[in-house]
């Protein structure tokens, strides 16, 4: 029989990744974890949470959970944190670019760290419980969902800042508070099983429209060089039509 999460107050031990030192930082806290989930998608479910800090104040938090039937590993849950995490390093530099440019768009992904609980050894997900109207703009596999300009350019920042290495992408949350992104890297290494690698960054520049947010912090369109005949490909598809959508959180 599946192991029940244990209810009331429990001690865990939270694990956060810092991308400056590139390593995990590990701290001591208290979940107040409810027993059944409220949510679930593909691969996880989802869990209401409180998280009681050291002045013994409260914060609502979720806590995801891989399903023991997606055939995931529950490590992968390292992976999960740390892509928000780096993605968040990426929303930091992209609000000093608009600062510096003049701009009023902001922009950040929750705080995300993994937990366990002491005595039930199970990675897990925590991160702030996000309230609002959510709102999918774009997944993994060059679908856009919105026409939002913000969310469109945050991706396409993130491809031109690595370096072209990279790209954030899969975003989604509530406002311009962003959670669940993806990353694709070039090598394809690394950020869990959503990483499509060179494919997925050629699927997202495939679709992405360089919008007057791009122009305005001097991003270069990922259309020069192309020719009459390539951008006239490129406006006629239709967004996600090569699209291998990642499974459902």
């Not at 030192?21 to 996880?44: I, K, Q, V």
């Not at 050629?202 to 947010?213: A, G, I, P």
């Not at 009459?228 to 291998?244: M, S, T, V, Y």
Request: hydrophobic share 30%.
């Amino acid at each position: 029989m599946e192991k029940a999460f244990p209810v009331d107050e429990h001690p865990c031990t939270k694990y956060t990744f810092d991308c400056h030192s590139n390593n995990w930082e590990e701290h001591r806290s208290t979940l107040r974890l409810n027993r059944e989930p409220f949510g679930e998608g593909g691969m996880r479910l989802v869990y209401r949470a409180r998280e009681i800090l050291e002045d013994g104040s409260e914060v609502d938090a979720v806590v995801k959970r891989i399903k023991p039937t997606s055939g995931l590993k529950p490590e992968v849950n390292y992976h999960e944190a740390m892509t928000q995490m780096v993605a968040d390093s990426y929303a930091q530099e992209f609000n000093k670019a608009c600062h510096q440019a003049g701009l009023p768009h902001r922009l950040a992904f929750l705080p995300v760290s993994v937990v366990k609980i002491h005595g039930y050894e199970e990675p897990l997900c925590l991160e702030p419980f996000l309230t609002g109207d959510y709102v999918k703009h774009s997944d993994n596999a060059g679908r856009r969902e919105t026409e939002d300009e913000t969310a469109a350019a945050f991706s396409y920042f993130t491809y031109i800042l690595s370096g072209k290495l990279l790209v954030v992408c899969d975003i989604q949350g509530v406002g311009t508070f962003y959670t669940d992104p993806q990353i694709h890297t070039v090598h394809g290494e690394g950020f869990g099983a959503g990483n499509l690698g060179q494919e997925g960054i050629r699927r997202f520049l495939r679709t992405h429209r360089h919008n007057l947010l791009c122009e305005q912090l001097g991003l270069p369109s990922p259309d020069e060089g192309l020719s009459d005949e390539e951008l006239a490909q490129k406006f006629q598809a239709k967004p996600g039509r090569f699209a291998k959508p990642r499974p459902a959180q």
